[in-house]
């Protein structure tokens, strides 16, 4: 089946910390592969995607490649800002014309100055 | 571009009562998801519509949950009667089909309580 594993949180950091929170996935062909990130009282928002191998996704300082060796899509940014306390989830899809996004659990990242 | 819309954005009912949950997908999208959250069991998919029609409802608990598309601009979610352990936060999200590539784009939530 398709499912996504995501490291277990919270994770707590230091602003202007280095950031990485893994993601490995399990797909039945070539997924696209996601991270939404939610705001506190607020829904989720695209952060960024890739839709193959070896593709890189950035946004707002975060990265995440797509590894289809390793099955995996790793965020990171390099250094953080209290702004980026959010729940992050990673996600994919089949490849198939209006199927639904498969989310990992969350992890939730909390920023201190 | 106002987004897609979820109405109401808070619900507090009693056990046994009627809930509808309502959205208003992004203009020209013609794919409709409904999720739930909730602590115990994350982020999880209940029903998806892709041109007004249901595709997959496989997610949907039991009956008291049913959804329902009539035209591309409007999805209800219906619990009837609810329960304490319906209580979580719903989102609808909706997206343009494209190969599933596409993004989806979610809005606020609809947070219910039910006492």
């Known amino acids: 089946g398709n499912s996504v594993t995501q490291m277990e949180g919270p994770v707590t950091l230091s602003e202007e910390a280095f950031l990485t929170i893994n993601c490995t996935y399990t797909?039945?062909?070539?997924?696209?592969l996601f991270w939404y990130v939610q705001y506190p009282g607020e829904g989720l928002q695209l952060l960024l995607k890739a839709t193959k191998a070896d593709d890189k996704g950035s946004n707002k300082g975060f990265e995440a490649t797509y590894r289809k060796e390793t099955t995996s899509f790793h965020l990171e940014k390099g250094s953080v800002q209290v702004s980026d306390s959010a729940v992050y989830f990673c996600a994919l899809t089949i490849n198939q014309a209006g199927t639904a996004l498969i989310f990992g659990k969350g992890t939730t990242l909390s920023v201190s100055s | 571009d106002a987004g897609v819309i979820q109405s109401p954005r808070h619900e507090v009912t009693e056990m046994g009562q009627e809930v509808t949950l309502r959205c208003k997908p992004i203009?020209?999208?013609?794919?409709l998801f409904w999720y739930r959250q909730t602590m115990m069991r994350g982020l999880e998919l209940l029903i998806y519509?892709?041109?007004?029609?249901?595709?997959?409802d496989s997610g949907m608990p039991e009956d008291r949950f049913s959804a329902k598309m009539p035209n591309a601009s409007f999805s209800t979610l219906k619990i009837q009667p609810s329960e304490p352990r319906d209580s979580a936060v719903y989102f609808c999200?909706?997206?343009?089909?494209?190969?599933?590539?596409?993004?989806?784009?979610f809005g606020p939530g609809t947070r219910l309580l039910v006492l």
């Open positions: 797909a039945t062909g070539y997924p696209s």
């Open positions: 519509f892709n041109n007004n029609v249901p595709i997959d």
């Open positions: 999200a909706s997206s343009f089909s494209a190969g599933g590539q596409e993004t989806q784009y």
């Open positions: 203009s020209g999208h013609n794919s």
